[in-house]
Each structure stands twice: as C-alpha cells, then as structure tokens.
C-alpha cells in the first residue's frame, strides 16, 4: 500500500513570497490533516478535511495561509505572503473515516523562510 | 493554551534503563495514540488505544490509557539506542468520525549505548 505522499520535500523562499504544498493521501483516506511542526515540538493542527469539505480550520491563519481538497483526494496548502516564523515542517496525514485517530503520515516538507 | 501536556520533554538515559513518558489533560479524549517520529521522518503510530483503563504492550513498549480517558503513559523497559527518537502522544476529541487528533509537544529521548 502506498503511504501518504507530499513534495517538495525542502523549500527555502525569501519573506513576502508565496509557496505551495502538495499531498496525496492513501487511497480511500477520507479525513486529511495538514499539520505545521516547529523543530522539537508537537505537530499543530492547521486544517482537516472530510472529503472535500472542512472539519476544522480553527489555527489556519488565514490572512496568509489557504487550503484546498479538490474531489476529496489531493490537497495542497498554499502560504501568500510567507513570514520568517512560518519556517517549521508541514506535515500532512490522512486517515480513514470511522477508524479512531489511526493517521498516516508523509515525510513532510520542510519549509525555510529566509 | 497545551490541550496535551507531555513530561518530561527531555529525557536521556543509558541503554537498559526504564522510563516513562506521561501524557495528560483536562480534556476527556474518544481515543488515544502514540507516534514515534525520527529526524526527517513523519510520525509513526506506534499503537491506539480506546477503552479507559486500557493497557496495551508492544515488545518493550507497555501503553496505558487512564480511567477517566484524559491521560495516558508510555513505559519503555531496557531501552535500546534504537528507541531515541521524539515520542508524541495525539488525542482524538469528538466521534471517530471526524475526530480532530490534537499532539502534545513531545518527549525526545536520548539511548546512549
């Protein structure tokens, strides 16, 4: 079975530009999470989605930061215009519906803002 | 505001001790995980756990979930340099539907041989 896949894998952009996330989630995942992890902390949820639809984007700062799940599969997470504490990995995770909280992670993609 | 509180964050011990890592809030959680997550690397389950006063063992690793289902410990016996890494306990709120998984901010451990 294929895991949780996610590109690019590293990116350093310069303040105020914008950058874009991608991710694949395992097939027949329904639920999909995009996490930011700060270096030697705890993943911080940023949105989750059911399907093509928002469950949660409570922490999304949204002035800058904006998701999208087109036909429940693929995701991307798109930052306009990008801060230096943006810097942290994005994870993103999938999992299925009804099955408690077993998430699947990517290997994530490591951001520097410089 | 930490939903999750991990303790400690730090640990460093000599290969063949024991340790335990704690995981607890005010929240009550319909579920409970543990990941393990190595440098470059997304986390990976290590185990779930659902039921209050559960308890489940994997090898070395014994995972405990409390009565109450608010807090949960990890127990590792004679630990091997191969267990360094960040541990990170996740709590699910709401139905296991749609749950939103919530980390605490994790327990980096250090095996030294």
């Known amino acids: 079975e294929a895991g949780v896949a996610q590109s690019p894998r590293y990116k350093i952009i310069e303040k105020r530009q914008s950058v874009a996330f991608w991710c694949n989630p395992i097939s027949g995942h329904a639920t999909l999470y995009w996490y930011q992890q700060i270096l030697g902390q705890g993943p911080k949820l940023l949105i989750q989605f059911q399907n093509n639809g928002v469950v949660d984007d409570s922490q999304l700062p949204k002035d800058r930061f904006s998701a999208e799940r087109l036909k429940g599969v693929d995701s991307t997470l798109k930052i306009q215009p990008a801060k230096l504490e943006d810097s942290a990995v994005y994870l993103c995770?999938?999992?299925?519906?009804?099955?408690?909280?077993?998430?699947?992670f990517g290997q994530g993609t490591r951001l520097t803002v410089v | 505001t930490q939903l999750l509180e991990q303790s400690p964050q730090f640990l460093s011990i000599q290969e063949g001790e024991n340790l335990t890592v704690y995981c607890n809030s005010s929240?009550?959680?319909?579920?409970l995980q543990w990941y393990r997550q190595e440098p470059g690397e997304g986390p990976v389950l290590l185990v779930t756990?659902?039921?209050?006063?559960e308890v489940k063992k994997l090898k070395r690793l014994t995972f405990q979930f409390g009565d109450a289902r608010k807090d949960s410990s990890l127990h590792i016996t004679a630990a091997q340099p191969g267990d360094t890494g960040l541990y990170l306990c996740a709590g699910e709120m709401g139905s296991g539907n749609t749950g939103k998984l919530i980390f605490g901010q994790g327990t980096t451990l250090q095996v030294k041989p």
């Open positions: 995770a999938s999992s299925l519906t009804g099955v408690y909280g077993e998430a699947f």
């Open positions: 929240s009550v959680f319909s579920s």
């Open positions: 756990v659902v039921t209050g006063g």
